[in-house]
């Protein structure tokens, strides 16, 4: 179990480019969540993944922003046509099964600067 | 929809003694969970405690402990003999429970920042 790993840790892009985000959940850990930390905030939800599916998505997921867990282990989230607004921390999480009584295990987070 | 509110943006504590970060929660569910993240800096978010609503005995967790009061809504973490390493944010954070779509996701508060005072 060597945790949730994120990469890169940090991103310095210039507006309108296009970045991609990875995480490798912990081993045969079926539920995969991205969340999205803004400065002086709370992290807020994304969306997540019970194996490859995606189930759900937030409205905070505009049309730019792409997730996907091809063979349900890592996942990807790509960011289309970055604005200044989407500078904040992305934190990726994992848990072996639903349920609140499954604790989430977080990922250290990408850094997303857009300049 | 839930909102999820902590009113102390920064506290301190002297090393050993005792501190309480305040939460307060709003919703209009009967089931749901309350837990505390605690996130030091530039590290990882960890799980501190968790609380089921249906249960009416506050959790502990060594020198970590609850207050959970339902009627008032409201979910403040007890920090006992505060040592270095607790110097982190502190976050509260809401799920409904059950297994209905849409509950598989944790709305957070905006964090306490906790200083350990040596």
């Known amino acids: 179990d060597t945790g949730v790993s994120q990469d890169p840790r940090h991103k310095i892009t210039k507006r309108g480019q296009n970045v991609t985000f990875r995480c490798d959940p912990i081993?045969?850990?079926?539920?995969l969540y991205w969340y999205r930390q803004t400065l002086g905030q709370g992290p807020e939800f994304l969306t997540y993944f019970q194996n490859e599916a995606q189930l759900e998505k937030s409205r905070l997921l505009s049309d730019r922003f792409s997730a996907e867990r091809p063979k349900g282990s890592f996942s990807t989230l790509e960011i289309q046509r970055t604005e200044q607004g989407d500078s904040a921390m992305y934190l990726c999480a994992s848990s072996p099964q639903p349920g609140a009584l499954s604790p989430l295990h977080f990922g250290n987070g990408t850094r997303l600067t857009v300049t | 929809a839930q909102t999820v509110t902590q009113s102390q943006p920064e506290m301190s504590v002297q090393e050993a003694e005792t501190v309480t970060l305040s939460c307060t929660y709003d919703t209009s569910e009967s089931d749901y969970y309350l837990f505390w993240y605690k996130q030091p800096p530039s590290r990882q978010m960890i799980l501190v405690i968790r609380q089921e609503a249906y249960k009416q005995q506050n959790a502990t967790e060594n020198r970590f402990s609850v207050n959970f009061q339902k009627a008032a809504k409201s979910f403040s973490l007890k920090i006992s003999d505060s040592q270095l390493g607790d110097a982190a944010m502190y976050f509260c954070a809401y799920r409904p429970g059950g297994v209905n779509f849409g509950n598989e996701k944790l709305t957070f508060g905006t964090g306490t920042r906790l200083t350990i005072i040596p």
């Open positions: 081993s045969e850990h079926n539920r």
